[in-house]
C-alpha cells in the first residue's frame, strides 16, 4: 500500500512517479499522493464529505496553507484533525506522529544528554512493527526523513534554548 517502514530506505525513497507530479494550486510544489486510509482517519467530518474519489495529495510546503489537494480542490489546516508540523516552523510541532516527538522533545534530549536517540528509537519501533504512519502523520507515510531533517536542525543550534549565536552549519 505504501513505501512506508518497509526497510532501510524508509522515508527517503525516490520513487520515478516523483517527477512530473501535480502541483500545488497556491504554491505550486509538487504534492505526494496520499492515501485514502490517511485522508479518512485524519480529516474532519465536513471536510470527509468533500473528498472525491480522485487522487489526493499532500502539499508538504511550509507556509503553504494548502494540505491536500486534488487538481484544483483544496483541503486546508482547518480541515484536517491534528496539527500540521510540516507547515509550522514552531518548536512545538510534531515531527513523528506515531510516537509523539516534537522539535521541542528532541532539542530538550540533546541539551540534556548532547546527544539524540530519536532516530534509533524509531527505527526500533519500526522493526517491531509499532508504527502507523498512515493513519497518524499527515504526509500518511513514514516520519523519517523529516525526523532526520529536524535533529540536523536540532544539533545546528537553529531552536537552542541557551544562545542563539550558534553558527548555523553550512
Ligand atoms: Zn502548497
Same mark, same amino acid.
Given at each position: ?81 491534528? /496539527?500540521?508540523?510540516?507547515? #509550522? ?19 530538550? #534530549?540533546? #541539551? ?35 525526523? /532526520? ?22
Amino acid at each position: 500500500m505504501s513505501d512506508c517502514c518497509g526497510g532501510d530506505t524508509c522515508g527517503e525513497k525516490k520513487t520515478p512517479e516523483d517527477s512530473g507530479l501535480p502541483l500545488c494550486p497556491e504554491c505550486g510544489k509538487k504534492g505526494k499522493k496520499v492515501e485514502r486510509v490517511t485522508l479518512m482517519a485524519l480529516l474532519t467530518p465536513q471536510a470527509r464529505g468533500r473528498l472525491t474519489d480522485d487522487a489526493w495529495r499532500f502539499c508538504g510546503t511550509g507556509g503553504c496553507d494548502v494540505v491536500y489537494f486534488s487538481g484544483e480542490r483544496i483541503l486546508r489546516q482547518e480541515d484536517v484533525n491534528v /496539527r500540521v508540523g510540516q507547515k #509550522e516552523t514552531d518548536p512545538s510541532r510534531y515531527v513523528c506522529y506515531c510516537f509523539n516527538h516534537t522539535v521541542q522533545s528532541i532539542r530538550d #534530549e540533546f #541539551e540534556k544528554t548532547g546527544k539524540t536517540t530519536v532516530v534509533e528509537s524509531i527505527t526500533e519501533k519500526i522493526k517491531a512493527k509499532k508504527c502507523a504512519c498512515e493513519y497518524t502523520n499527515p504526509q500518511g507515510t513514514c516520519c523519517l526523513r523529516n525526523v /532526520r531533517a529536524a535533529v540536523k536542525e536540532v544539533i545546528s543550534g537553529k531552536y537552542s534554548t541557551n544562545g542563539r549565536e550558534r553558527k548555523k552549519a553550512s
